[in-house]
């Protein structure tokens, strides 16, 4: 089955959260609601701003898929909401890669240089992804001031860009 890389269009956000907080709950253990998550219900306002934006990835026109760029300013961004449902997942799908490589292509064209992101110890897959595609660990105290930390990260990583 073919699966697509589309921007976020309004619509799509009971999907949106189903998935995500299926994985945090459900798979992770993570006990955090939808409800603390403001952002998944205004994901226009909050991460289609400046040089953020939101993609989903589709197949049959359903929702596998999430990763969202928010923009905190002097040319940097926070990789955000990076989801795959667990059928979706491994390189041979490669629905994750695809996610990540438009996410890339995106902050190339928006002149952007570094990307950070935050993420939970129990998602070790996810670490071992990130790090196989360039991204590096970094304490807590090399982020920016402008970084949104969520209560639920301890370990960070930083993606630079380069021409």
């Given amino acids: 089955m073919n699966v697509s890389i589309a921007v976020f269009a309004s619509g799509r956000e009971s999907q949106i959260i189903e998935l995500i907080s299926s994985i945090q709950q ?68 490669g629905v994750a890669r695809a996610l990540l490589e438009t996410l890339l292509a995106w902050a190339r064209s928006k002149g952007l240089s570094t990307i950070y992101l935050g993420t939970t110890a129990q998602f070790l897959a996810a670490q071992r992804f990130y790090e196989k595609n ?9 982020l920016p001031a402008s970084f949104p930390v969520m209560a639920v990260d301890s370990r960070f990583y930083i993606y630079e860009l380069t021409d």
């Fill in 134 to 142: 360039g991204v590096r660990q970094v304490p807590k105290e090399a």
């Fill in 26 to 93: 459900n798979e992770y253990g993570i006990d955090i609601t939808p409800d603390q998550q403001p952002d998944l219900k205004s994901i226009p306002a909050f991460y289609q701003a400046g040089s953020g934006n939101f993609w989903v990835a589709l197949a049959d026109n359903e929702v596998v898929g999430t990763i969202a760029l928010k923009d905190i300013g002097n040319g940097m961004a926070a990789l955000r909401k990076m989801f795959v449902a667990p059928a979706w997942r491994g390189d041979a799908l």
